[in-house]
């Protein structure tokens, strides 16, 4: 169907619902309410129409006085901010003897042990990264030299790429398993 006859049919239903309308007023409705209406109307109606009693409002009951009323906290504004709490008391110490004698520190002990092994300084410089977000392409950079690397290979022998994000990379050690991963922050 074309637009030309849609519009040819819109405006015919427009057409009908209009002329409906017109005719509905003009005839007075399904109930005979237009002008001349009250001449049709039969007499009974007009019987129990005349039959009803108007009842008269009373106005002197809707002047009561109202219930009484104490307003309390206003909602839209701050009450008064209670007192604080009174500070605790200082703690007491215990009495002192007259023979107490200072603690001595604790014994060290004779031998210094070893210090377990650090891992190595990060000695270079996280520039960034790029790629999907599946496999993000790290960018590191050390003197003159610029390294590109994926999650989990090793970069300058010492290092593993723990992590790529947009700002940071994280780097673990090799070797060093339980020590934390380092944070390098992007061009920094």
Do not use: H
Not at 164 to 186: C, H, N, W
């Amino acid at each position: 169907m074309s637009d030309a006859q849609r519009q040819k049919q819109l405006l015919a239903a427009l057409l009908v619902v209009l002329a409906g309308t017109v005719g509905y007023r003009v005839l007075g409705g399904v109930g005979g309410g237009g002008p001349g209406a009250r001449a049709a109307r039969p007499a009974a109606i007009e019987r129990d129409l005349a039959a009803i009693e108007m009842q008269r409002l009373d106005l002197e009951a809707l002047q009561r006085e109202g219930a009484a009323y104490t307003p309390g906290r206003d909602p839209f504004r701050y009450g008064e901010a209670p007192a604080p709490p009174p500070p605790p008391p200082p703690p007491k110490a215990p009495p002192r003897r007259a023979d107490a004698r200072p603690k001595a520190p604790p014994a060290r002990p004779a031998r210094a042990t070893p210090e377990a092994p650090k891992p190595p300084a990060v000695d270079f410089v996280y520039l960034g990264s790029f790629g999907p977000q599946e496999r993000r392409i790290a960018v590191f950079a050390k003197n003159d030299e610029i390294y590109n690397a994926f999650v989990g290979e090793v970069l300058l022998d010492r290092f593993i790429v723990d992590k790529i994000g947009f700002e940071s990379a994280d780097i673990k050690f090799v070797g060093f398993p339980d020590a934390p991963e380092t944070r390098l922050q992007a061009g920094g």
